[in-house]
């Protein structure tokens, strides 16, 4: 089992940022890739950003590519988003997740059924 645990999320203005954290634990011997997804009322989960076990690999959705930044801290232990010029449509619960699969240096689908394990969940709210 992997435990991920988000932090960070709150009430920004439009044109602002907001970092949010994933730290994960458990399965030692494994190498999930680790990705953030979002869901708004009414609407279904969004896949945001993923980044590979070793950390030299990522990849963004449309929708936030050149906004958002995802990275790994020295231990891999937690997963951050660097998220920039913040718009109301950004509003939405954000997730992070861990791959059922290892993924040392490879990009999984952005299929939410890659992913095996999430955490509860930060409100990001933006206001107009």
């Known amino acids: 089992q992997v435990q991920l645990v988000e932090s960070g999320g709150g009430l920004v203005q439009a044109g602002g940022s907001l970092r949010l954290s994933c730290a994960t634990s458990g399965r030692p011997f494994s190498q999930y890739a680790v990705a953030w997804f979002r869901q708004a009322p009414g609407k279904e989960r969004e896949f945001l950003a993923v980044i590979s076990w070793s950390g030299s690999r990522t990849s963004y959705a449309d929708s936030v590519k050149g906004r958002f930044t995802i990275s790994r801290n020295g231990a891999e232990k937690t997963v951050s988003v660097q998220m920039t010029s913040l718009k109301p449509e950004d509003t939405a619960v954000y997730y992070c997740?861990?791959?059922?699969?290892?993924?040392?240096?490879?990009?999984?689908?952005?299929?939410?059924?890659?992913?095996?394990?999430w955490g509860q969940g930060t409100q990001v709210t933006v206001s107009s």
């Open positions: 997740a861990a791959t059922r699969r290892d993924h040392y240096n490879t990009i999984p689908g952005s299929g939410a059924s890659e992913y095996a394990y």
